[in-house]
């Protein structure tokens, strides 16, 4: 797997992979009392098939998980795929 380097960008409401400081991708979010809606995730044609949109959803939810008290609502289908396949992360969508 690319080495990705993953933050979170709250002034743009999102999480962002870059790759040698190139934007690779993000997963833009809403805040939401204690959820964080994740509405759309993009990665950039010259980085596909490298792993980035895991690489950074996992790091989103981590930093979720991290932060303590907010839930997951996945509107995003890639979002919500990844959870289905990792379900140690299940726990963290909000019900």
């Excluded at 933050?7 to 009392?33: C, H, K, T, V």
Aim: charge should be negative; charged fraction near 25%.
């Amino acid at each position: 797997m690319t080495d990705v380097a993953t933050s979170n960008n709250p002034e743009a409401s999102r999480y962002e992979a870059r790759i040698d400081g190139e934007l690779a991708g993000y997963a833009e979010y809403l805040l939401r009392d204690d959820q964080v809606v994740f509405t759309h995730t993009v990665v950039a044609d010259a980085f596909e098939g490298r792993g980035v949109g895991s690489k950074l959803v996992r790091a989103a939810l981590d930093d979720v998980r991290g932060t303590g008290g907010r839930s997951v609502v996945p509107q995003c289908p890639f979002v919500r795929d990844w959870i289905e396949k990792h379900p140690d992360y299940r726990s963290l969508v909000a019900a």
